[in-house]
């Protein structure tokens, strides 16, 4: 029997739960990073990086600063380094951060496959959800085969009132953009979540996924992390260059 979502809600609007999950992440994040993930980081040249620098530019004509300019600099590599710290991170930490979203499921599931359940706060679905850390984490050559056949087994539940996007896949950082094919394909039969829409769906909270960004730059900011000085490296480089283009 699916339980009632308003029990859901007085977790979701609780602020210090939200906070004991940024701080969780920060601990994951921090203890997934490898120097390995930073390889050629010295050799990124600052125009292949995705973001837009029509609006870098823009920024860049109203700052007078040093410290903004870095700042500026941090907008464009931390989220290189996110991509490269969960893309490459393996999964198997992954199940100790899960159970820090107790607050925001419905616990465990039952079902092989399926990590956790939970109350969509969108819909207010029941959900079953196999969770991942990034897209980066699977590859073009994945067989989802096996997934499918574990989703199908929670699909003919007779007790269960199960539609197709009720199962989710959710990443818990990234882009939709960046999924590799298999997983593109699975979009077309249920639902794949990434990064902000999945912290949505799970939280309700429109804000939480910038929130969590933020705190995980505070843990790049803190440098104490192996690599830590390629990082901060490329941003004083960045942010010189950024400057001599005004």
Request: with cysteine; proline share 3%; glycine share 6%.
């Amino acid at each position: 029997m699916r339980r009632k979502i308003k029990h859901i809600k007085i977790y979701r609007d609780d602020r210090t739960a939200k906070q004991a999950i940024i701080e969780s992440e920060k601990q994951y994040f921090r203890s997934i990073i490898k120097l390995s993930y930073f390889d050629c980081l010295s050799d990124l040249p600052l125009d292949s990086l995705d973001f837009d620098p029509y609006f870098i530019n823009y920024l860049s004509t109203s700052t007078k600063e040093d410290s903004q300019f870095v700042e500026l600099a941090k907008a464009i590599v931390y989220p290189e380094v996110f991509d490269r710290v969960f893309n490459f991170s393996a999964d198997n930490k992954i199940q100790t951060l899960v159970s820090l979203l107790q607050d925001f499921t419905l616990g465990a599931s039952r079902f092989d496959g399926i990590d956790f359940e939970f109350i969509d706060a969108i819909d207010g679905r029941h959900k079953y959800c196999q969770c991942m850390a990034g897209p980066g984490t699977s590859d073009d050559d994945d067989d989802i085969i096996p997934t499918l056949k574990k989703f199908k087994v929670v699909m003919t539940q007779p007790s269960l009132d199960v539609q197709f996007d009720d199962i989710v896949v959710g990443f818990l950082f990234g882009k939709l953009e960046h999924l590799p094919m298999p997983y593109m394909e699975l979009r077309g039969y249920y639902s794949v979540s990434c990064g902000a829409d999945f912290w949505l769906h799970l939280t309700g909270d429109k804000g939480f996924y910038i929130r969590m960004l933020k705190a995980l730059g505070e843990v790049l900011d803190e440098g104490d992390f192996e690599g830590s000085e390629l990082v901060q490296a490329k941003v004083k480089e960045f942010a010189e260059e950024i400057k001599q283009r005004v």
